[in-house]
């Protein structure tokens, strides 16, 4: 059993900022792959960020430079700092992770979603 806690979302004025925040706990193994999806009325849920195990990060093109993704490992959290932020980042904000249960059998959790509205 895993469980999330994902926190942070709210309301922002363009150009504001915002910090979200996922923890995973539970019976796992080192998590490897954490991220951030978004989804927008009417739209799919697309990938917004990603951090490996390793640190290593990757972005949409929509967020680069203004989106900041952090892990830390000791506590299972995933961070996303958003800055700069526009009325088109407006959406339900979803962290994800992957991690191996067994030596056989990798798994993945989502969070609850939390809004993010901008206003300009």
């Known amino acids: 059993q895993v469980q999330v806690a994902e926190s942070g979302g709210g309301f922002v004025q363009a150009g504001g900022s915002l910090r979200l925040s996922c923890a995973f706990s539970?019976?796992?193994?080192?998590?490897?792959?954490m991220d951030w999806y978004r989804q927008a009325p009417g739209k799919e849920r697309d990938l917004v960020a990603l951090?490996?195990?390793?640190?290593?990060?990757n972005y949409a093109d929509s967020v680069k430079g203004r989106f900041t993704v952090s892990r830390d490992n000791d506590k299972n959290t995933v961070y996303l700092q958003m800055n700069s932020l526009k009325p088109e980042d407006t959406a339900v904000y979803y962290c994800?992770?992957?991690?191996?249960?067994?030596?056989?059998?990798?798994?993945?959790?989502w969070g609850q979603g939390t809004q993010v509205t901008v206003f300009s």
């Open positions: 994800r992770a992957e991690a191996k249960t067994s030596e056989i059998l990798t798994q993945q959790w």
């Open positions: 539970g019976r796992f193994f080192s998590i490897n792959i």
């Open positions: 951090i490996t195990s390793g640190g290593n990060t």
